[in-house]
């Protein structure tokens, strides 16, 4: 009888190893550019979203010689919803909660000015790009909208303030 040799063709194991860590770094490079992309997206949305308050408001002053006391509430007729495109105020596009909006009541005694001013901000989640206006969250509508110096680390917030006054 006569031996037969087998040759057996296949991978060996460091073959196998060196695919499988090419696809964990592929797989890790794709998923953090995956995520950092929604990020960004999420970051153009709330800025979009405050432009959008932003234009509401001055749509409604010019209307009705004063700006709306919250985007939450309708303070006079018309509807202070009906300036917005879905006739709904935008939320957050993560939290789905409603933006920061401080406004300034002229009749007020308190205040660090007497004018009927608003502003509005959306902490962003990256402050890539020179996006992000202000280090710390606002309490005064009166305020400018943004930093002398903005952050450019997170967190980070874009705000807009009243264009009439």
Known sequence: MSAKLSTQSGFTLVELMVVIAIIA???????TTYTSSQRAGRDSKRIADIQEIQKANEQ???VNNKY???PLTTDSTPSFYSYFENQDPPTDPEASQVYT???NDPAAPSGSCNQDRY???SQLESCSGGKCMKAALPTDPCESPADPTPPTTSPGYYCVSALSN
């Not at 770094?25 to 998923?31: D, N, T």
């Open 60 to 62: 409604y002053f010019a």
């Open 25 to 31: 770094i592929l797989a890790s490079v794709g998923f």
């Open 68 to 70: 709306a006391k919250s």
């Open 119 to 121: 502003i509005v901000c």
């Open 101 to 103: 909006y401080l406004r």
